[in-house]
């Protein structure tokens, strides 16, 4: 145990948009004491070099990554790293009976082989990636409980599950009819540089990519599938739009029941989702907009039915960083340690 019985906790990772999420959510929190950063090309940095804003609170150095001294450490670690990294370090951190929660895609998959097929790899931890749990609470709530190994979800599939997930699981919808048209603030692609992302290319302008490809693209389908009961494919299109944080995934499916009306819908969501702090279904008529999330751990879920078409209209907005990512992880620690799900975590946007 860390200070005054605190969990002593540490971030992988620490000098990235995960990292420093990570680290502002940490320092508040009261059940943990943040103890160590770790990083690569910032080791030896003090992390106040890297992020002067936090220096009055924050008096910790980015240390080179020995996991023997991590696990020597730290209770909980957070993997906060580029894809392909985790599954490199995780077995000897769980082997020293960390718990671990990894903010990249590696643990996201239940079948590995689905996993190397979309960002290659040569793994052969395919006993530990089969016990990790999927980090999405609103459905794996006990499951990440018990969980010493979470991976936590990408952001598009953290916003466009919850959009779909009470159609999935009441067979409300017809599954591969599911269009998943969304659009992402640029912090999206994380800290380091990338031409796309700069301000003079991303501004004024807005674009799909990634366009029936995305890597994402397979982690919704295992899940959906898992709530449908069989195999689903979807049609997922992500955006990069000119603003830093947020996500807008709006979601369309044909309904079963044609006779369903809105109200039907809300109430349904609304019965779906009344244990979980972390996602507010909106009444009827009124539609999310990403500032409302922006710095919370929220999911807002806009519902709307088109009777023309037999379609309902789902629309889901989250912070990326949050709920998307750092959020979201500490959502989970704090099921796996046993403190209520909402501990440590902004509810309300500055926005006004
Ligand atoms: N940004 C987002 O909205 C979301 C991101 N994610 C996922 O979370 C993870 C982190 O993303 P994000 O914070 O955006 O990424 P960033 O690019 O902002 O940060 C990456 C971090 O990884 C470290 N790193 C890079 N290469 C290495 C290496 N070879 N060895 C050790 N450490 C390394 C960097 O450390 P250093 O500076 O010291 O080199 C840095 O701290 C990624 O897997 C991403 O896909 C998930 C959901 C949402
Ligand atoms: C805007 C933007 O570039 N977004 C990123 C989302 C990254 C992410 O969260 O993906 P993983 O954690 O699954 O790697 C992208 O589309 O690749």
């Not at 992390?47 to 924050?58: A, E, I, T």
């Not at 999405?136 to 952001?155: K, T």
């Not at 709006?250 to 009344?274: H, K, Q, S, W």
């Not at 009124?286 to 409302?292: I, L, S």
Request: one cysteine or more; charged letters at 20%.
């Amino acid at each position: 145990m860390g200070d005054m019985g605190r969990v002593p906790v540490g971030i992988v990772g620490a000098s990235g948009y995960g990292g420093v999420q990570l680290v502002r959510l940490l320092k508040e929190h009261p059940g943990v004491e943040l103890v160590y950063l770790g990083g690569e090309s910032s080791a030896g940095k003090p992390f106040s070099d890297l992020y002067p804003h936090l220096g009055h609170q924050v008096d910790l150095t980015i240390e080179p990554i020995d996991l023997e001294q991590i696990a020597a450490r730290c209770q909980v670690v957070f993997l906060s790293l580029p894809n392909g990294l985790a599954y490199k370090m995780a077995p000897t951190l769980l082997e020293k009976g960390c718990k671990v929660l990894d903010l990249s895609a590696d643990y996201r998959f239940a079948d590995i082989e689905t996993y190397t097929a979309w960002y290659g790899g040569d793994r052969n931890d395919k006993a530990i990636a089969a016990s990790a749990i999927y980090g999405l609470p609103e459905l794996y709530r006990d499951r990440i409980a018990s969980a010493q190994l979470v991976g936590c979800p990408g952001c598009y599939p953290t916003a466009s599950l919850l959009a779909l997930s009470p159609l999935l699981k009441q067979g409300l919808i017809l599954p591969e009819t599911a269009i998943i048209d969304a659009k992402s603030g640029t912090s999206g692609g994380g800290r380091q540089a990338k031409t796309h992302l700069l301000l003079a290319e991303a501004d004024n302008s807005l674009g799909a990519y990634g366009v029936a490809r995305h890597r994402h693209t397979p982690e919704i389908e295992q899940i959906c599938s898992d709530l449908a009961g069989h195999e689903v494919t979807v049609q997922f299109t992500p955006h990069l739009i000119p603003m830093v944080r947020g996500i807008l995934a709006t979601v369309y499916a044909t309904l079963r029941d044609p006779g369903l009306v809105r109200e039907d819908l809300i109430t349904i969501f609304n019965a779906f989702y009344r244990n979980a702090p972390w996602v507010k279904v909106l009444a009827g008529g009124v539609y999310p907009q990403t500032k409302w999330a922006c710095g919370t751990n929220l999911c807002y879920i806009g519902v709307e039915v088109d009777p023309r078409t037999d379609r309902v209209i789902v629309m889901s907005v989250i912070d990326n960083l949050m709920k998307g990512q750092a959020g979201q992880a500490v959502q989970c620690m704090n099921l796996m340690s046993g403190w209520e799900e909402t501990l440590g975590l902004p509810q309300m946007s500055f926005y006004p």
